[in-house]
């Protein structure tokens, strides 16, 4: 049953001086699938040059020496998403306005008016900066065993996707493994439209908003849909003995990075989001893979394999760069030019693969670097977090 519920007030107001400063027009969303937005690109539209300079540096207060895991940016806010929190602060000054817990099954979303949020009976809304739940609304089956990868409200429908964790059976019975649902359900009249399920690992969930195409990935299948489809017979899929990432481009084309069945090593694999295959790109030395491909809205695509980060146009390396540590992330912004953190050292490269500037600190730093509308870039350690410009 679909329950929707008033407003409800979690915790004061941000200061009334934040409230104050300046405003994003539209929101970056730095992490709505971990690493940008819904196409998994890693390209954020903010362009700057880094000088160098350390604006601030602020230690957390947590308890437990952990490192920050991702960043997003809204309004005057930087929210910091570590293993089990997330704490919001001010851009400028680094100054915490509020934290709070999560659960275990926590997947951060961020959407323009909010981060999703869903309690422990299942109950999803969006957690505005002034700690105000809205829209709250019961998802059926989603509940503690579950994680919540990808939520959309289109008029009076909710759409979305979750994961099922593994967990044992009755004892002496059988292990009951992992599987991803995808549903549409009319909240307006309290009615499932349609459902699809696989009893397989889920990957990652990305959509086109341009032709308004789903793309379900798991370890072996790709499912490519539109998003108002109404039957498993609207279904395609892209089968491969091994997938470990996948992303769409700029264009709406899909990037797989694995094998077929016949293939010793991995390769990134362009494909239609009908399914047609492109061009392929064979990869023999790939090292650790830790983030997907990204993409720019020029067709340059960036796959980051170790230390090596590769700028591929067409199907074809153009150039690389070599980084300092196997432990990198990149970041691609609007002109074109890469923000990579790579060890303790954070570098930006231009669009062409030369070296701009390279700046370190005393710790190894654990996210992608995050640059916001003023050129201000965001980066994050065991330590704490520092804002360079």
């Known amino acids: 049953m679909l329950i929707p519920m008033l407003c ?52 957390t207060g947590l308890d437990e020496p952990v490192p920050p895991t991702q960043f997003a940016i809204k309004d005057a806010f930087l929210i910091a998403v570590y293993p089990s929190r997330i704490i919001v602060m001010s851009r400028d000054s680094g100054q915490l306005s509020w934290s709070r817990g999560t659960l275990r099954n926590f997947f951060f979303d961020l959407k323009p008016e909010g981060m999703v949020d869903v309690d422990h009976a299942g109950y999803y809304g969006i957690l505005g900066l002034d700690k105000k739940i809205v829209n709250k609304m019961s998802l059926p089956f ?58 397989e690992d889920l990957l990652d969930v990305l959509f086109s908003e341009k032709d308004r195409r789903m793309c379900i990935c798991t370890h072996r299948d ?19 003995e091994e997938i470990v990432s996948c992303a769409l481009d700029h264009h709406g084309n899909l990037l797989l990075v694995g094998r077929q069945e016949k293939e010793k090593h991995l390769s990134l694999k362009q494909y239609t989001m009908q399914g047609v295959a492109g061009w392929n790109l064979a990869m023999e030395k790939l ?85 916001d509308e003023n050129g201000h870039v965001y980066i994050g350690g065991v330590k704490g977090i520092y804002c360079f410009k």
């Open 142 to 199: 989603v509940d503690t065993n579950t994680v919540l990868a990808f939520s959309r409200k289109l008029g009076d429908e909710m759409v979305y996707a979750y994961k099922t964790l593994p967990e044992p059976g009755e004892p002496g019975g059988s292990h009951l493994g992992p599987s991803f649902t995808f549903k549409r359900v009319n909240i307006k009249k309290d009615k499932f439209l349609w459902q699809f399920i696989r009893e």
């Open 287 to 371: 090292e650790f893979l830790r983030q997907p491909p990204a993409s720019s809205p020029d067709g340059k695509i960036y796959i980051l394999t170790g230390r090596m980060l590769r700028c591929i146009d067409k199907g074809h390396v153009s150039w690389s760069f070599e980084l300092p540590s196997t432990l990198s992330l990149i970041t691609v912004l609007k002109d074109g030019s890469i923000l990579a953190s790579s060890g303790s050292t954070l570098i930006q490269i231009s669009h062409d693969g030369k070296e701009m500037l390279r700046v370190s600190i005393d710790e190894n730093i654990t996210t992608r670097p995050v640059m």
């Open 222 to 240: 790709a499912y490519l849909f539109l998003i108002d489809t109404i039957s498993d017979a609207g279904v395609r899929s892209i089968h491969l």
């Open 8 to 59: 409800l007030l979690v915790g004061a107001a941000t200061g009334e001086h934040l409230r104050k400063e300046r405003k994003v027009e539209q929101p970056i969303l730095i992490n709505a699938r971990r690493y940008s937005d819904e196409l998994n690109s890693s390209c954020l539209q903010v362009s700057g040059r880094l000088k160098g300079e350390r604006v601030w540096r602020q230690k």
